[in-house]
């Protein structure tokens, strides 16, 4: 048996998220169905995290065994062949025995992408997104200022308990775990402190790019703070909401679900 490590990038819009699901189209079963057909074997690819419905990766990692032989480049070129054009194998490598794509991982990079669909540098004018761009940021429609949102990102930086940016009722079968709790722990012992090493909002391009790493990430983590953020950008919450909303550990402090066609898992450390 040889592990494989694979390192994919795709367009999450016309998937159901990265876990298969009978009857609907996932990234996982996209990509299990092109391993059999060019294998003939049938695995199930563990990735690093299960990304949800609309969500980009541009550094999925994933990893599976197979039996039949077969050089690291002829599979890569045949997997990119087999799968759809929204995803594509960026790199396979061989990995050592006891590596897993979701519990060896030790850190992971998110990046947000927001239109700010009034400038105020422009005078308050409406800008339009293009419908090329449109599928991969949200065109949001308040006004924001880049410095509050710049201001309030610093106040989740380190270790946290990040309760009130959970997913308030999170269905444990398809639960966005990037890091290595296990399921079969009781509710009581999983812990919802995380640990985050970055945390920015930088213009680029003319969107609002916001970037954080982490040692991990609850589900619907990053698009609750990025709604929280652009509250406080939008003068709905005071600059200085963050510390009171973490304390609470409460979802309804916190501010709403941004859309994840903004959203992109960037990279995964291990």
Not at 6 to 25: A, E, I, N
Not at 80 to 94: D, G, T
Request: hydrophobic share 40%; glycine share 8%; net charge negative.
């Amino acid at each position: 048996m040889t592990l494989w490590k694979l390192t994919l990038s795709y367009d999450g819009t016309p998937y159901s998220g990265w876990q298969v699901q009978p009857t609907l189209p996932t990234v996982q079963g996209r990509l299990a169905a092109a391993i059999q057909h060019v294998t003939g074997e049938v695995v199930l690819p563990q990735g690093s995290g299960r990304t949800d419905a609309g969500v980009h990766a541009l550094g999925q990692v994933t990893s599976f065994s197979l039996e039949v032989p077969i050089p690291a480049e002829n599979l890569h070129r045949a997997l990119n062949r087999a799968l759809p054009p929204s995803i594509r194998v960026l790199v396979v490598e061989e990995a050592p025995p006891e590596f897993h794509a979701r519990h060896s991982a030790v850190r992971k990079t998110y990046e947000y992408r927001i239109f700010p669909r009034i400038a105020r540098a422009a005078g308050g004018v409406d800008r339009i997104c293009s419908p090329m761009l449109a599928p991969f940021v949200w065109d949001c429609p308040w006004p924001l200022d880049l410095g509050l949102l710049q201001s309030s990102a610093g106040d989740v930086m380190g270790d946290h308990d990040f309760t009130s940016f959970a997913a308030s009722d999170p269905d444990l079968a398809t639960r966005n775990l990037a890091d290595a709790e296990s399921l079969e722990l009781p509710s009581e012992q999983r812990s919802n402190v995380r640990r985050i090493e970055r945390s920015r909002w930088d213009e680029r391009d003319g969107l609002y790019v916001y970037t954080v790493r982490g040692s991990g990430f609850l589900h619907h983590m990053v698009r609750n703070l990025v709604g929280t953020f652009v509250d406080i950008g939008a003068e709905r919450l005071p600059i200085d909401a963050m510390a009171g909303i973490l304390s609470a550990h409460d979802r309804s402090a916190a501010g709403p679900t941004a859309p994840a066609r903004g959203l992109f898992l960037v990279e995964v450390e291990y």
